[in-house]
């Protein structure tokens, strides 16, 4: 038996095996990164100052007690000692403090960052490999800047990665290379540090919340990402049965994408398109091999985090127009930003507000700051000449903000016009159908757009009330509560009504059990994360249409959710048994074992 079982929520399926590597618990993704007014400059700049002497006079203390047979340690503690002497990285660290007014922690960070690109690119491997000591010896500075206890360290080896939390500005930071599976303390079913391990096709937890009392550094553990949880020291029986199990998913994955590139039909010829979500642009191999017949959802904030400046529309409509060219002739739909929440930009900080999921985001933030959106609407455009690029406005909630984001676009083409660039004049504009207002007004918003793209992962956050990163309430997050279902169902027949195609990119698309109710729909088609897509278009290619509408209509006639729980789960179980082992589900996990 295992030392421990740690229970979390699988947001993405699979099963590893590995030693356990903790990202910092104290500082990691607390590591502050601020801007400082410039009346502070000077003290950010001793705290630098101090923080490298103290940590000279800590490494001092350490290299006394290293005892003479280890004079392989001593030597190594020499060398860190003359990097924290040396006073390159501390003077490079200073001047960024005074060109960027930042602080100290973050000073230091681009210092080692610039550092690391230089030694990067040098073909001696052993110079290279001196980075690593670089990076200890920053983080023993680190460590004293920020007053933790622990020191972070680089990535060694393959590891599964445990942290507190995981922002999306982190993730994008990770040596992803290296990481086996990972799980967090906090997290909630649809956090995006899930949607990023679908994306690396690594198993992951989140919402683990004893993690950091039950797991150290270097502990042996599996992560069942098919039921939910970390067996922290597990016995040689469980190894072997977790062995054998990875195994058979690995075949199941084999088989699957063999089949990954046939119409996503269903037994009786009902077609829908089977699209990707995406966040990076290197992810767009992994699309295609995926058998996705396009890009559904792009979110394009992810280009925006992570730095100081903001992309220029140069950058942007170049990288776009990489991308359209790229999946030519296939249809690649580009949200415009999405940040707020807990996505913010370094150039703006997190604003002060006491519940961001509903302040100041996407939308909002875009008409707020019409001249960061109007860069990226006339990026967009440019990139529209290939002819397969549509637009896509999130977290709409009042004609209102249709009409102005509709403007704004209208100005961006006139100047386009003007300045006699080419983009494509019939460009699809669509909206997404993610706050609970816009799902009541689905009739007026379809008059005015092209498309209509379901996001299921804040529609349930606003409709049930429940914040999609916190795991207290991750038990209540239901994709197949009543009222759920019925505003998906209301949106669809909405956007028919009015001749607009519907799709739906929010999780609930990769989920097996509710594939056969938004095939009941007739939904038009669906944008996952693109590992799931084999998966979903191979259940997908088994079902028949009136079956599907049979289980809607009795879905719809259901009062709770666990009776459509029970009802799509028994349904589905009985039919498709060996394809459902292996999907996390959004549903209940108790009412699927059951
Ligand atoms: C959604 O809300 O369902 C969605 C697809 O957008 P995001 O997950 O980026 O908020
Ligand atoms: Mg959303």
Redesign the pocket.
Known sequence: MARTVVNGISVSTGIAIGKAYFLNRSMSSRLPRQTVPSHMVEGEKQRIKKGFSEAVVELEAVRAKVPEELREHQLIIDSHLMMLKDPKLQKSSLKYVDDHCINAEWALEKAVNDLEKAFGALEDKYIRERMQDVRQVALRVQAKLIGGEESLRPVQGRVILMAHDLSPADTIELEVNKLMAFVTTLGGK?SHTG?LARTLNIPALVGAETLENSVVDGDLVIIDGLSGKVLVDPSDDELEHYYTLQNQFEDYQRTTIRTCNLPAETEDGYRVQVYA?IELFEEVAAVIDNGGEGIG?F?TEYAYLNRMDLPTEEELAEKYSELAAIMAPRKVTLRTL?LGSDKFMTHFGPLDEANPAMGLRAMRFCLKHQDLFKTQLRAILRASVHGNVSIMF?MICGLKEVLQAKSALARAQQELRDEGVPFDEQMPVGV?I?LPAAVMIAEILAQEVDFFSI?????IQYSLGIDRTNPHVSYLYQPLHPAVVRSIKYVVDAGHRAGIGVSL???VASDPYCLPILMGMQIDSLSLTPQAIPGIKRLLRQLKMPECKQLLKEVLGCRTVSRINRLVTDNIYKKYPEELMFFASLLDNEDIAG
């Open positions: 649809t949607i979500n959802l979110r999405d999130p997404m993610e996001g299921t992962n804040d529609l990119c929010g999780e």
